[in-house]
C-alpha cells in the first residue's frame, strides 16, 4: 500500500507561493466587489432610463460577479473536498 501526502517542505519557495495564492485571491474578491458595484448602477441605469437590454446586463453582471466571489472564498474548500474524494477511490 503506498500513502503520500503533500509535502509542503519539499521544494523552496513554497511559502512565498502561498503568499502570491492569498495575494491572488483577495485580488479577485476585491474585483468580484468592483464588479458588483459596477454591474448595480449598471442594471438601476438601465431600468431607470427605459433600456431593458442595459438592465438586463446589469443584472446579468451582479450574477457573474457573486458567482465570482463564491468561487474565489470556496476555492480551498473546493480543492480540499476534491482531494479527499480523490483519496478515497
Sequence with gaps: MIDI???S???PGIDQL???VGS???IGLILAVLALIISSVTSGYGANSS???LAARGKLG???SCGAAILCGAAVTL???FWNVGQTV
Aim: proline residues 10%; without cysteine.
Design 51 to 53: 433600456n431593458p437590454h
Design 62 to 64: 451582479v450574477l457573474v
Design 24 to 26: 491572488v485571491m483577495t
Design 5 to 7: 501526502d503533500p509535502n
Design 18 to 20: 502561498q503568499t502570491i
Design 9 to 11: 517542505n519539499g521544494l
Design 79 to 81: 480543492v480540499n473536498f
